[in-house]
């Protein structure tokens, strides 16, 4: 006998978990930057590569996008949790978010916009599209330049992405990734011949 448990219906909301946590850094025309927790944000494509960005428009660093039209995702891990939070709780406008969770700018070299040094990988993104769809705003971008950390390169010149425990959001909750299980086609791959 199969014994299946009920599912309970949900009002219709955003429920597509786990999403990666990742530090955005902004900057306006006048050089004051600021720093956002985003978890709607997404590959579009990968040629060219795209990203996107959904932000509220009341958000501090949301004029700062617009007025550049750059940003750059800063992926962040386990050991950048508290500073992820602390990004999206608190507002640019009240404290400098860069001096208040110790993190460090280093310039990016197609945007005009800091990265983040701790962050494992960096992208310099370059607006192509916003579209205002309700309570967000979604910033369509074109990845301009990729900077990882070379402490994740092994001697072949592999990222290995997993080691820098990224962070993940689900539900209300931050989430470092856990062990690896399989990788793209292992499914399909055929069993070595003993």
């Not at 050089?31 to 927790?37: K, R």
């Not at 705003?137 to 900077?147: D, N, T």
Request: hydrophobic residues 35%; neutral net charge.
């Amino acid at each position: 006998m199969v014994f299946f448990m009920g599912k309970q219906n949900f009002k219709p909301g955003n429920m597509l978990y786990p999403l990666p946590a990742v530090l955005v850094s902004a900057a306006d025309k006048k050089g004051n930057s600021n720093l956002l927790t985003i978890a709607w944000a997404g590959t579009i494509c990968s040629d060219p590569p795209m990203v996107s960005i959904s932000v509220r428009p009341e958000r501090y660093s949301y004029h700062m996008i617009e007025e550049t039209g750059e940003f750059v995702v800063n992926l962040t891990t386990e050991g950048l949790a508290f500073a992820t939070d602390y990004c999206g709780v608190k507002s640019g406008k009240d404290v400098d978010k860069w001096k208040e969770c110790g993190l460090h700018k280093i310039p990016g070299e197609k945007v005009g916009v800091p990265m983040v040094e701790e962050s494992p990988v960096n992208l310099e993104c370059q607006v192509v599209e916003k579209k205002e769809l309700g309570s967000h705003h979604m910033f369509l971008a074109k990845v301009a330049a990729v900077h990882v950390d070379e402490r994740y390169m092994d001697e072949t010149g592999r990222f290995h992405l997993n080691d820098a425990k990224p962070l993940v959001y689900s539900h209300g909750r931050y989430l470092s990734t856990g062990k690896e299980i399989g990788f793209f086609g292992y499914s399909v791959q055929r069993k070595k011949q003993r």
